[in-house]
């Protein structure tokens, strides 16, 4: 799923912590001075691996708890 600079509307590089809001490289740089405030879509990309690998470790699960796992995922990529 691509994200959209909530600027531009040109793929989003970063994200603003906790937060929905998302930024292409150009204007998160123009939007604050400290791009440390901000995560790289990449990172939470990579979080996000990890978190369905671990999940995948987990054999023999019922319908209803894989669907809860991808209301999570889908939480955990708004976020
Ligand atoms: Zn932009």
């Known amino acids: 799923m691509v994200k959209k600079c909530i600027v531009c ?29 901000l995560v790289k879509v990449e990172e939470v990309a990579k979080q996000l691996k990890e978190f369905l690998k671990k999940k995948m470790q987990h054999m023999g699960k019922g319908e209803e708890e894989e669907k809860q796992d991808k209301e999570e995922i889908l939480n955990a990529q708004d976020n």
């Open 9 to 37: 509307e040109e793929e989003a590089k970063y994200k603003i912590k906790d937060t929905s809001d998302y930024y292409c490289e150009e204007c998160a740089k123009e939007n604050f001075a400290d791009i440390d405030l």
